[in-house]
């Protein structure tokens, strides 16, 4: 099992970023999916999660402002953010809960 996260960097607020994270040796789409991020300082925390079933859970903290899919033939999941906010600079993780397996994590950064 791996995860590889891609699509990090440094972003002005209220900007947009679009994270990937692709899977390998095994099927993404048969298990839970999870994005979560570690800010400085700060505890880590789920963002998204988005279920074999394709159902999907936004944390109130980012409700309306990310979201979470997946595409099948890539083996991939994403994360789309928008208006990006200075608090959601942190390092984001590609995690399939099933095993607790988790990726390098990707950088993000939100300043002006």
């Known amino acids: 099992v791996q995860l590889v996260e891609s699509g990090g960097g440094l972003v002005q607020p209220g900007g947009s970023l679009r994270l990937s994270c692709v899977g390998s040796g095994f099927a993404l789409s048969l298990y839970a999916m999870r994005w979560s991020r570690q800010g400085p300082g700060k505890e880590r925390e789920t963002v998204a999660t988005?279920?074999?079933?394709?159902?999907?859970l936004i944390e109130d903290s980012v409700s309306g402002r990310f979201d979470i899919s997946r595409d099948v033939e890539e083996n991939a999941i994403y994360l789309e953010m928008n208006n990006l906010k200075t608090e959601d600079t942190a390092v984001y993780y590609c995690?399939?809960?099933?095993?607790?397996?988790w990726g390098q994590g990707t950088q993000v950064t939100v300043s002006s």
């Open positions: 988005i279920f074999s079933d394709g159902r999907t």
């Open positions: 995690v399939r809960l099933r095993g607790n397996y």
